[in-house]
């Protein structure tokens, strides 16, 4: 197995995963595969379309969109449980782990290629945290990761989610749950060998969050605030290839250093850490500029794609038929599913993937399909881009155009997808992924946007999305 990946969707026998070099590839479906998982696959398993396999770029904008796409990916696994708080382990590989409220694993998210190997070949879900730190200490010590002949010091950091910091398990602060929890945790790795040496940190939720941005644990992110402080200029990137023995060898210099000085920096406290501002003459800019949000991940779309620019005031009509959940011209039948990976009232970047399912028993030309994304917006220039199209070349194939709606009150703009190629057969299904961003990247507010799904963990039939053959509306509701 050389490849690794995340499943992002699955239909019939085919499964699309995202891999860690930022390409859609579509698989023969397998018995254990399931939606969010990571999976380790050949060559072999990649499906083929004639002489052509079916491996798509993710994005063609640049190195920059696709770290941020991956990211984004990696970081929002679909998961139906509610994520309590996060634990990271730094050995390098680094990895975090979301838990639930009794520290049990529901979500794995591997932030280096180390840790995507190490994850995929260990069960993790649903064991108890520490006793999965323990694990991964183990097999890294077996994968050479940990030198057992020299002394390896492994950071340990833990963040609460918002809603979850004034009420512990035990009806106790949370934080004093969690610096048991990490305190624990710590005592059980460094028991393993005389030569480990545990750190741990428990992480405001801003600066998680912040390190998310910046493509990296929350622990070493922490560790460049607290360098930062002491005066020491270090590159993020820089600091994210770095040993943590490396890192707190350097900060213990200087506060040595500072101490002598009588300028003793101070003690760490993630709560109130400065996190550099983003601006535009930053030398620390971050690698990914968002969406999710974060996840807030941003997706780096072209400035001047061409299928971006000003709205246009000249749209189609609407149709008088306003309610085809699930409709057909003849006998060809199609249903809409849609996955918002911004779940963020507020985004950078709107998120419009779905998939289209021939439920007939003919073959449906895409060249005769629209899909309609409704949304609310007063600014004139928005972008689109296309990451993914399973039936062609999402660069060439797939167009994309928003149009103003003058007269209606609850949706004042849609964004309409054509294909110049392309056909499903009855029975299979088109994926196609993207997303459209201001031209000045300031944020959407998606609160009262027609087609904005919140709370969908997979792709989900949804009939606020409309599609048209022929100009005939055959599913979903418009907002008129």
């Not at 019939?12 to 859609?24: C, H, M, Q």
């Not at 968002?290 to 000249?314: F, H, K, M």
Request: charged share 30%; glycine share 6%.
């Amino acid at each position: 197995m050389n490849n690794y990946g995340i499943v992002y969707d699955i239909k019939n026998d085919k499964a699309v995963v995202l891999t860690r070099d930022g390409n859609f590839v579509m698989i023969r479906r397998r018995e254990d595969i399931f939606l969010g998982q990571q999976i380790a696959f050949d060559d072999e398993d990649i499906c083929r379309l004639g002489k052509k396999y079916y491996k798509f770029a993710s994005i063609g904008v640049g190195l920059a969109a696709v770290c941020v796409l991956i990211l984004a990916f990696l970081r929002i696994m679909p998961v139906n449980i509610d994520i309590y708080g996060y634990v990271a382990v730094d050995i390098n590989p680094s990895m975090e782990f979301g838990i639930d409220e009794n520290y049990k694993v529901i979500k794995a998210i591997a932030l280096n290629d180390d840790a995507a190997k190490l994850i995929g070949d260990i069960n993790v879900k649903h064991k108890p945290i520490e006793v999965v730190v323990v694990e991964i200490v183990k097999e890294s010590k077996k994968r050479g990761y940990i030198d057992a002949k020299e002394k390896t010091d492994i950071l340990i950091s833990a963040s609460l989610m918002d809603e979850n910091k004034k009420a512990g398990t035990n009806g106790n602060s949370s934080f004093s749950d969690i610096d048991k929890l990490l305190n624990e945790i710590e005592r059980e790795i460094e028991g393993l060998d005389s030569n480990i040496d545990g750190k741990t940190l428990r992480i405001a939720s801003e600066v998680r969050e912040a390190a998310l941005r910046y493509d990296i644990s929350m622990g070493k992110y922490d560790l460049y605030l607290k360098l930062n402080k002491l005066g020491e200029n270090i590159s993020i990137d820089k600091i994210n290839s770095m040993k943590i023995s490396d890192l707190m060898k350097i900060i213990e210099e200087k506060e040595i250093e500072s101490s002598a000085q009588g300028t003793k920096g101070s003690e760490s406290n993630p709560a109130n850490a400065l996190i550099p501002e983003e601006t535009a003459d930053s030398e620390q800019t971050p690698k990914n500029i968002v969406t999710p949000t974060p996840i807030s991940t941003l997706v780096e779309l072209p400035r001047n794609s061409q299928n971006s620019g000003a709205v246009s005031d000249s749209s189609a009509q609407p149709t008088k038929d306003s309610d085809h959940r699930s409709a057909s011209e003849g006998n060809k039948i199609l249903k809409l599913k849609h996955y918002n990976e911004q779940q963020s009232l507020y985004s950078k970047a709107i998120r419009w993937d779905f998939v289209i399912e021939n439920t007939g028993n003919s073959y449906i030309d895409l060249r005769n399909v629209k899909v309609r994304y409704y949304f609310k917006d007063d600014y004139k220039n928005i972008n689109f881009a296309v990451y993914f199209y399973s039936l062609g070349d999402e660069k060439n194939d797939v167009k994309g155009k928003v149009y103003n709606i003058r007269q209606s009150d609850s949706s004042h703009k849609y964004l309409e997808v054509t294909f110049e190629k392309g056909s499903i057969p009855p029975g299979d299904a088109a994926w196609v992924f993207g997303a459209i961003t201001r031209d000045d990247w300031t944020e959407f507010n998606q609160e009262d946007d027609w087609s904005f799904l919140q709370g969908n963990s997979t792709f989900s039939y949804w009939d606020k999305m409309t599609v048209y053959i022929s100009d005939k509306l055959v599913w979903g509701i418009e907002p008129y």
